[in-house]
């Protein structure tokens, strides 16, 4: 199977994996600012998406702190990586 991009296509695959691995380094040098809010990772990204991830089990949040009512946070970096794991799976199974 041979898959064909434009050249417009490759640039922004190659844009999209530079910014998350940005993320991942981010991440892995302070952790607590990788995390984000629920409400905010559903306003960057779309809350049916998010939803969709998390059933599929492709994120996970985490809770801060023991209250049921505590804030539900994300990686920025995980979220990231499915966005851009979307993007290559509709240019690669068009």
């Known amino acids: 199977m041979m898959i064909t991009l434009e050249l417009f296509e490759l640039?922004?695959?190659?844009?999209?994996m530079a910014?998350?691995?940005a993320a991942?380094?981010?991440?892995?040098?302070?952790?607590?600012?990788d995390l984000i809010k629920q409400r905010a990772a559903y306003r960057e990204f779309g809350e049916a998406r998010v939803k969709g991830w998390v059933s599929r089990n492709l994120v996970s949040p985490t809770r801060v702190g023991?209250?049921?009512?505590?804030?539900?946070?994300?990686?920025?970096?995980?979220?990231?990586a499915c966005?851009?794991?979307?993007?290559?799976?509709?240019?690669?199974?068009?």
Do not use: V, W
Not at 24 to 33: E, H, R
Not at 66 to 80: C, V
């Open 24 to 33: 991942k380094y981010a991440a892995t040098q302070a952790p607590a600012d």
């Open 83 to 94: 966005s851009n794991a979307e993007k290559l799976n509709c240019i690669i199974n068009k």
């Open 11 to 16: 640039k922004n695959l190659c844009m999209d």
């Open 66 to 80: 023991n209250a049921k009512n505590s804030p539900l946070k994300y990686s920025r970096a995980d979220l990231i």
């Open 19 to 21: 910014e998350l691995g």
